[in-house]
């Protein structure tokens, strides 16, 4: 019970002030708002600590009562504070853990922080990538089809286009009542066994694709019917008795539509690999050797019941080697218990 107040207080005292704790030993220096007995809190560092605030949350702090308020919550921290560092808890593994973590975090952000992706990347390496995926910006326009298929050779070729022109007229007549009628007659008579069960769904297409798989008369056919309009369409298979059943209009977005998309994207590509080529040189300079023989004796206890395990990697979740690939370089956070949320401030 001790333990979980003493989290609370401290959880209250953290969100309520936006504290970015002072490093144990910092000397502190210009006019302060309160001192005391090991205790230092700054003009400059209230206005920081008062900044760090939502601008609506500001506007609470706008005369000296509420002022004094704030600045109650910082007193509250920095006497914590100093109290934990007279019991010596700055060498206490896990602050030393947490303040690690501070540090990469700092370290990524200066060398890493991102800047503005139209100057980092020029005109000529957007033009690249636009053409070297246009398929994601320019997307045809596509038609769902159903069709039944009467097979024929050179030699049936007559009969059995006549067979289909027949099977079209049943088909327009039994629509009038059932607008699934084709698809019966695909399930019960279509010669294409791929699509037969399905009910002679051809999935949505380009006129490029159709064409390529049955032909351009099957193509033209099928991109200048009408939605519900049953048409026989000739093809090196024999005779396609084709509906549309749906339609997705194409897609054109042009190089400077997309611009920023892409500038943004290739300059999250540019930090990740500066940020892996920044680690590989620290390792390299750190002549880092990996004993595999007591890696291998470590025993990886089981994960608990209820949920996954946080995957291996850098401190607070940074996957092993850096960066996900395709990510901008993020610094190392702090785990839950030292991030609490932030409680509504109290109302006088």
């Not at 509420?66 to 921290?77: P, Q, T």
């Not at 994601?136 to 298929?149: I, M, N, T």
Request: glycine share 8%; aromatic share 6%; proline share 8%.
């Amino acid at each position: 019970m001790i333990r979980a107040l003493a989290a609370t207080g401290i959880a209250v005292v953290l969100a309520m002030s936006g504290c970015k704790p002072t490093p144990p030993g910092a000397q502190k220096s210009g006019p302060a708002v309160a001192q005391g007995d090991g205790v230092v809190v700054t003009v400059a560092e209230f206005k920081a600590r008062l900044d760090e605030q939502s601008p609506f949350l500001r506007q609470r702090y706008q005369n000296l009562d509420r002022k004094k308020e704030f600045l109650d919550s910082l007193v509250k921290f920095e006497v914590l504070a100093h109290a934990a560092e007279k019991e010596g808890l700055q060498n206490d593994p896990d602050v030393q853990m947490t303040m690690k973590k501070a540090m990469v975090q700092k370290l990524v952000s200066k060398k890493f922080a991102e800047g503005d992706a139209s100057k980092d990347i020029s005109d000529a390496e957007v033009q690249k990538f636009y053409d070297e995926h246009k398929d994601d910006f320019v997307k045809p326009a596509r038609v769902r089809v159903a069709g039944v298929l009467v097979a024929a050779t050179d030699k049936d070729r007559a009969a059995k286009g006549a067979q289909a022109k027949k099977l079209l007229a049943q088909v327009k007549a039994a629509g009038k009542k059932d607008p699934q009628a084709l698809q019966a007659l695909a399930r019960a008579s279509s010669d294409d066994a791929a699509t037969k069960a399905s009910g002679g769904d051809l999935g949505f297409r380009s006129e490029d694709e159709f064409g390529k798989q049955f032909g351009q008369p099957f193509a033209a056919a099928a991109f200048a019917t009408k939605d519900g309009e049953d048409v026989v369409a000739e093809t090196a298979q024999g005779f396609w008795i084709i509906r549309v059943t749906g339609r997705q209009e194409g897609i054109t977005r042009t190089v400077d539509q997309v611009k920023p998309q892409i500038q943004s994207r290739l300059q999250r590509e540019k930090r990740t690999k500066e940020f892996d080529e920044y680690v590989k040189k620290l390792r390299e300079e750190a002549k880092v050797v990996v004993n595999e023989a007591e890696l291998e004796k470590v025993v990886v206890s089981a994960a608990p019941a209820g949920g996954p395990g946080m995957p291996g990697g850098m401190p607070g979740g940074m996957p092993p080697g850096g960066m996900p690939p395709g990510a901008m370089p993020r610094p190392a956070m702090p785990p839950p218990q030292a991030m609490p949320p932030a409680p509504a401030p109290a109302q006088k």
